[in-house]
Each structure stands twice: as C-alpha cells, then as structure tokens.
C-alpha cells in the first residue's frame, strides 16, 4: 500500500525528531513493502517567519488531503512576545480543530528497563503501570471565550471553560470503547465539586456508561488524580478528562515514566486521518544540537501505522524495536536523569532503533 504522510515539522527539536521517525517509517516501509510519500508543510513560528501566519491555508488543506499527518513541535521563545492569537501554539489548536481531532490518546506506560529514570519510590515503579490518557481536544477553556476587561479590580482578563453535552458524550464513549480493549475500568476525571461544566461531564459521562455494563466507571476529582498518579499509578487504566486537565495530568503521567521525551499520542476524530505528536513540546534549548530525544515521536509514527492505518503488525515491529534498544541500555541524555552514564544522541539513538527494524 502507499500511504501519503504529512510533515509538520515545526519549531526548536521538531525537524530533527520527525526526520528520525521519518527514518524509521521508511525502514518499516521498506521491510513489509509499504510506500510511505511525505510532504512538508509549514506550521507554527517557522510558518510564521515564512509566510507571515501560524497556520497557513496551504498547511490545513494538505493536512486533509492527507491519509494521516505526523508532527513534531511548536513554539519558542522568539514568539513568546506575540499576541496570544498569532503565537504558534495557536496554530497547533487550529489545526487539531480544524482536522476535528477531538480525541487525544495519550498514553503513558512504565518501560522496565527505564524503572531508574523513574521519579518513583522503587516499591511504587514495582507494581508497573500502564495508563492510556484519554483527552478531549478541541473543547473546553482552551477553545472557550476569553479576553481582556474592566472589572470590579481594574483590569482583568478571563478564559471560560464549556462543554456540551455533544462533546462530552463523543469522548465518554471513545474512553469505553478504548477500555473495553484494555482492562475495562475507566476513571473519569472532573472538578465537580466546584465546577458546573464538570457537573454535566459527570452526568453524561455516567449516563453512557450506562451502555458499557463490562466497565467499571469511577470518577476522581483532579487535584486528587495529580495526588493518585504518583501515590498508585497501577490503580489506572483509561482516564478521560478535559482538554486543559488532560494537558496537565498526561505530562505529570509522563515524569513518572522516566521523561517527557518517551511519550508519543494520537489526535483522532471520526476519520481514519489523524495527528500524531510527541506530547513534549520544541525544547528551544537543546534544539538543532542532535540531543533530543526521538523516541516520542518514533512511538507517534507507531500510533499512525497502528490507529490510521491498521498495520498492526507494522507498529509492533516499532515498539518492539524501542523496547529492545532500551533493554540494550541505550539512553538519551533526557533518560540519564543526572547519572553518570554514556548517552546517545537523537541520530545514534535512532540508528540504533533502525538496526533492530
Ligand atoms: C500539548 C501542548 C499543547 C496543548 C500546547 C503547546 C498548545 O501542551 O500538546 O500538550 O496544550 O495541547
Ligand atoms: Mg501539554
């Protein structure tokens, strides 16, 4: 089969990471005699430098014209001064919108050979865990009114948090189905003893579990979720929450798997065309000096084959790979957690993962 990929590489380790995935696309490709084309478009603060806007028509068009998009990161300091509605993350919520990518899947297991890097008591990293992040993505405070005002203290600005019953409903049912495939708990995360919009997440959220008598349904507020993560992540199979608490949780779900740069996910919607990203973002600090970690983004390109295109044997041979160079020892300086150990660099990290391809 030939598949058409595009590339949004984007700002700071972005290039660098996706053309490690790129690689290792290609070799996939190669070994199970697949054809992966890639196309380039612009996103986020290069976009911005070249032509002037985030998120270019050309980019969104080529997106949907796409069979799935891989990207790598968005933002930098260079950018941070701009108006909140031209700053490339603004490009990066444009375009899982416009996609309608209203699923994000995050997941954030624990790798054995990485249970050092793990912050964790050893006896808590023990136990394992396997979480898969649920988030609503185009919804929520992220997307809701907001703006600058005279109020009862001067000034004041202000971001609101909604959400219809449409949306949460779309959600609810992915993280059932998704549990359904998995070890069948779900836990719902809100803030519904303070929040309306929580209180009718809750509701709805009950209401369709209603149709998934197999999975147990538990609701957890967030502030004790954040406490949960790090207390007893082995409790946790599918989350589902908002886009602002799924922001924050998955990247505390992360610290705990060792780093940031191990986590990969998928924006989906009703299509098989998704978004797959690193949940890291540009990393402008260590950008262009080949000592990212790829394996997010690697692990992303696993989730296309596996979610967009169904090759399920495709995406193993990816996963397998990574487990394997990790088992080895091989490390990104990200994964070395101040020790003293030698440390490779994104491209020897991602020969090392094309070998075992
Ligand atoms: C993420 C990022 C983005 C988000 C930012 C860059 C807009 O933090 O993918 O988690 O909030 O979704
Ligand atoms: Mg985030």
Known sequence: MNYNIGLLKGDGIGPEIVSSAVKVLEKVGAKYGHTFSFTDYLIGGIAIDTVGEGLPKETVEGCLGSDSVLLGAVGGPKWDTLPGNQRPEKALLGIRSAMGLYTNLRPAKLYPALKDASPLRADIVEKGFD?????????????????????????????????????????????FETAMKRNKKVISVDKANVLESSRLWRETVHRIAADYPEVECTDMLVDNTAMQIVRNPAQFDVVVTSNMFGDILSDEASQI???????????????????????????????????????????????????????????DCIENAVNKVLDKGYRTADLAMGRDIPTLSCSEMTDKILEEI
């Open 131 to 175: 979480i898969m992040m649920v988030r609503e993505l185009t919804g929520g405070i992220y997307f809701g009114e907001r703006g600058r005002r005279e109020g009862k203290y001067g000034p004041e600005a202000y971001d609101t948090e909604a959400y219809s019953v449409m949306e949460i409903e779309r959600i609810a049912r992915v993280a």
């Open 257 to 315: 798997t060792g780093s940031i740069g191990m986590l990969a996910s998928a924006s989906l919607g009703d299509t098989s065309r998704g978004l797959y990203e690193p949940i890291h973002g540009s990393a402008p600090d260590i950008a262009g000096q080949n000592k990212a970690n790829p394996i997010a983004t690697i692990l992303s390109a696993a989730m296309m084959l596996r979610y967009s295109f169904s090759l399920m044997e495709e995406a």
